[in-house]
């Protein structure tokens, strides 16, 4: 029993749910309405939505052992009670697992490419895996690089659904524009949210990771150094914010939508501001981390918002 909650553990299932949580909400209070309105056929039916999502949370999956399996020395310093590859899991059982998700994973992508017509489209999957391998082995250890990929995988993930769609986004565009320009502005808002995560993240972590000679931000240039770059992003994020509620606005004028936004995203934002300026200890980054995951949690709101106010129920 221990071991299989260790399995779990590593696999990380609540950031796993997000990811399905977050491309349900984006399927069925976005896409999906938007196309029965106009009477747009889809590529994806349910079961195969279902697939989709499937395959991208193996991914995902796997991405989060890989991680962990080349961070393991380090988490023995960072988060010595969250450790469980070669304490609790032998790495070589680990690594089977992370390739077994993998071959699943990849199978799903061509059953899927197939499906709609697009077979070199499972090609994306073995880019974005071997992506996500590349960030664990290499890519995380060079300053802001690994950041950012892990925030254009996030975005990806979102713009993924689209590409799934492209057919009926392609014939359709002028009436579908606004719901699919909706759906683009929340995977910005997912890459930047994502970044200043990652960036907060390497702070918490610094002390492991200068142990072992990476070149994360804070390691290279200095922990205020990194405060400055996070409180530059959450600026970026804040001004974009207001750029896409302005938008939002001009089609949807709901005093709700106003209300929501500026109260549970703009305002937090601000906040967080202040919050990374003062984070000075271990401690307070970590719950810096932990109120960014709600706070992307949140703006999973404007989607179903989005559904009741123009959709209804």
């Known amino acids: 029993?221990?071991?299989?909650?260790?399995?779990?553990?590593?696999?990380?299932?609540?950031?796993?749910?997000?990811?399905?949580?977050?491309?349900?909400?984006?399927?069925?209070?976005?896409?999906v309405p938007a196309f029965n309105d106009i009477g747009a056929p889809f590529l994806l039916d349910h079961?195969?939505?279902?697939?989709?999502v499937f395959a991208i949370v193996l991914m995902t999956a796997a991405g989060n052992l890989i991680n962990d399996i080349v961070d393991n020395a380090i988490d023995l310093i960072n988060k010595p009670n969250k450790t469980y590859i070669n304490t609790i899991i032998p790495e070589s059982n680990a690594r089977l697992v992370y390739w077994l998700l993998h071959v699943c994973g990849f199978v799903?992508?061509?059953?899927?490419?197939?499906?709609?017509?697009?077979?070199?489209?499972?090609?994306?999957?073995i880019a974005a895996a071997g992506l996500l391998h590349l960030y664990s082995t290499r890519l995380k250890q060079t300053v802001l690089i690994g950041n950012i990929v892990v925030s254009f995988f996030t975005a990806a993930v979102v713009l993924m659904l689209l590409l799934s769609e492209h057919e009926s986004i392609s014939n359709y565009w002028e009436?579908?524009?606004?719901?699919?320009?909706?759906?683009v502005g929340f995977a910005v808002f997912?890459?930047?949210?994502?970044?200043?995560?990652?960036?907060?993240?390497?702070?918490?972590?610094?002390?492991?990771?200068?142990?072992?000679?990476?070149?994360?931000?804070?390691?290279?240039y200095g922990i205020n150094n990194a405060q400055a770059i996070a409180l530059a992003v959450v600026m970026i994020l804040i001004i974009s914010l207001s750029?896409?509620?302005?938008?939002?606005?001009?089609?949807?004028?709901?005093?709700?939508?106003?209300?929501?936004?500026?109260?549970?995203?703009?305002?937090?934002?601000?906040?967080?501001?202040t919050f990374i300026n003062r984070a000075k200890t271990v401690e307070q980054f970590s719950r810096l981390s932990k109120g960014l995951k709600v706070y992307m949690l949140l703006g999973l709101g404007t989607l179903i918002l989005f559904r009741i106010l123009v959709y209804g129920f």
């Open 1 to 31: 029993m221990q071991k299989l909650r260790a399995y779990i553990l590593l696999l990380r299932p609540i950031n796993l749910l997000i990811v399905a949580l977050t491309l349900a909400l984006i399927r069925y209070c976005v896409i």
């Open 47 to 52: 079961l195969h939505f279902g697939l989709f």
């Open 108 to 125: 799903l992508s061509i059953y899927l490419g197939f499906h709609i017509g697009q077979a070199h489209w499972s090609w994306l999957y």
């Open 175 to 183: 009436l579908l524009k606004f719901p699919i320009n909706l759906v």
């Open 190 to 220: 997912a890459f930047l949210s994502t970044l200043i995560r990652e960036i907060i993240k390497d702070i918490e972590d610094v002390q492991g990771d200068q142990a072992f000679g990476l070149r994360t931000l804070p390691v290279a």
């Open 243 to 273: 750029a896409g509620l302005t938008h939002l606005l001009v089609y949807l004028d709901n005093p709700w939508m106003l209300t929501y936004v500026t109260v549970c995203l703009l305002l937090p934002g601000i906040l967080l501001l």
